[in-house]
T-cell receptor
Framework: DSGVTQTPKHLITATGQRVTLRCSPRSGDLSVYWYQQSLDQGLQFLIQYYNGEERAKGNILERFSAQQFPDLHSELNLSSLELGDSALYFC?????????????FGPGTRLTVL | AQSVTQLDSQVPVFEEAPVELRCNYSSSVSVYLFWYVQYPNQGLQLLLKYLSGSTLVKGINGFEAEFNKSQTSFHLRKPSVHISDTAEYFCAVSDRENYGGSQGNLIFGKGTKLSVKP
């Protein structure tokens, strides 16, 4: 158990819909990262928050957004969903910003868009 | 920008045989290097990391990796594998100095599926 929790575990929805994925980082970790894992693109970094502020963006679509709340949990919002958004979405947390800090991954949310 | 290449998408091996999973990276800046393992239907778990110092890094479950700067490689090895090592293995890098707006985010290779047969 990494200490990072993600809900829900599975999500099935239709094209055009909007969903919210939730992540609670390990106690004491200030950084939260979101990654997408798909068969064709592999594991890709989406976005990072540190202590409530957005700090880095990767290959995140404009239809996707995220935020980190004062209690440090984070939510990833995916809207106008397309079939290609079906993937496993991981949240990871780390103590700080430096690349040397180990990232602890949650179990992921499997999104299926029908 | 960085990129990571894992040269083998699948590696079948018999139990108790040695294994090497290959990883090469490309980067214009100094990087940290990581190997993660993903068991079926689970998240990623850190196996080992290279930050500095000795180029031979030992990790969990008997795995080790060697950083070769001239070859820009970070190959993962285990002298004797078990059935329980069957999983997907990911090599990853992150910036040392947070260049270009990155803040420690990981760049992953495509993964290598290790299948250990009895």
């Amino acid at each position: 158990d990494s200490g990072v929790t993600q809900t829900p575990k599975h999500l099935i929805t239709a094209t055009g819909q909007r969903v919210t994925l939730r992540c609670s980082p390990r106690s004491g970790d200030l950084s939260v990262y979101w990654y997408q894992q798909s068969l064709d693109q592999g594991l890709q970094f989406l976005i990072q928050y540190y202590n409530g502020e957005e700090r880095a963006k990767g290959n995140i679509l404009e239809r996707f957004s995220a935020q980190q709340f004062p209690d440090l949990h984070s939510e990833l919002n995916l809207s106008s969903l397309e079939l290609g958004d079906s993937a496993l979405y991981f949240c990871a947390s780390s103590l700080g910003l430096a690349g040397a800090h180990e990232q602890f991954f949650g179990p992921g949310t499997r999104l299926t868009v029908l | 920008a960085q990129s990571v290449t894992q040269l083998d998408s699948q590696v079948p091996v018999f139990e108790e045989a040695p294994v090497e999973l290959r990883c090469n990276y490309s980067s214009s800046v100094s990087v940290y290097l990581f190997w993660y393992v993903q068991y079926p239907n689970q998240g990623l778990q850190l196996l080992l990391k290279y930050l500095s110092g000795s180029t031979l890094v030992k990790g969990i479950n008997g795995f080790e990796a060697e950083f070769n700067k001239s070859q820009t490689s970070f190959h993962l090895r285990k002298p004797s594998v078990h059935i329980s090592d069957t999983a997907e293995y990911f090599c990853a890098v992150s910036d040392r100095e947070n260049y270009g707006g990155s803040q420690g985010n990981l760049i992953f290779g495509k993964g290598t599926k290790l299948s250990v047969k009895p």
